[in-house]
């Protein structure tokens, strides 16, 4: 199901890209020209020398030569039919790549609303501090740094992309809090924050991300995250919502949350030691979403839980 959502939101995406983006293919044989930006080109020669390539080969479009003037040809770049600026900037699967860093010059991309730099392959690829710059790119709409190697905070800045509907920080070594400032995304729809190792509580401003539809903050080993979930009541149009590993103890009122989220499909509290408690007002499972389609409440001693072992069985 995860898969799932995450090929829905590239396709989504895509087609974005085929709206705002003229991508220039030279083998097609289009004749028009796109003066380069040349302060953009110095950009992604910037970051393309902050490479180590496994791969010699990779990029070699990237250059300096006579023939390699306009960046708006480079392969994996996109750019705008009527200004020249580069648009779309997409590495995804670099596997290419190795220990290389996210260039602090990336900001001089300004006009750029795609960006991927994940490599698919756990903890490879690019390494360091999220730069503080990239809150910076304020057209973005989509960001991808996943399976990297990535350490420290995410830094505040990244709360200025307001126009974010994609957002990726999985599986990375990302610790610290998950800031307040995640709140001011009101354009999220697609949020991944798993397999790092954040701590404290996941914060209540979490609640203004009224439009997100899928919330990943799963780790596979125990976290010091936590949170009352109160928060989750305002999250109206959640279909994928994973929290394995992070403790729940205190979310006394989890079931009628849960229950009031219609439009949820995928739904995983393994491990979080769920409080075992179910209102009387509350009919196990009359309330539940009719749409989920898997539930994963294992690992919760769930001893007074008619809901919790009828929707596993059912469901897992």
Known sequence: MAFHYYIFFIVFFMHISLIHVHALDPKAGNNVTIKCIESERQALLALKQGFHLNNNG?????GDGENQKECCNWEHIQCSNETGHVLKLDLHASHHVRAASITTTLPELHHLNYLDLNTSIFHTGFQGKVPPELGNLLLLEYL?????RLIAEIPHQISNLSNLVYLHFGSNFLQGRISPQFGSLLSLKYLDLS?????????????????????????????????GLQWLSHLLFLRHLALPKVNLSTANNWQPLVSGLSHLQYLDFSGCDLPDSIPSSLSPAANFSTSLSFVDLSGN??????????????LH
């Open 58 to 62: 990779w990029l070699s479009s990237w």
């Open 144 to 148: 991808d740094l996943g399976y990297n």
């Open 195 to 227: 397999e790092n190792d954040f701590n404290g509580t996941i914060p209540e401003n979490f609640g203004n991300l009224s439009n997100l539809e899928y919330l990943d903050l799963s780790s596979s080993y125990q976290t010091s995250l936590s949170s």
């Open 301 to 314: 001693n769930l001893m007074n839980s008619s809901f919790g072992i009828s929707m596993v069985d059912e």
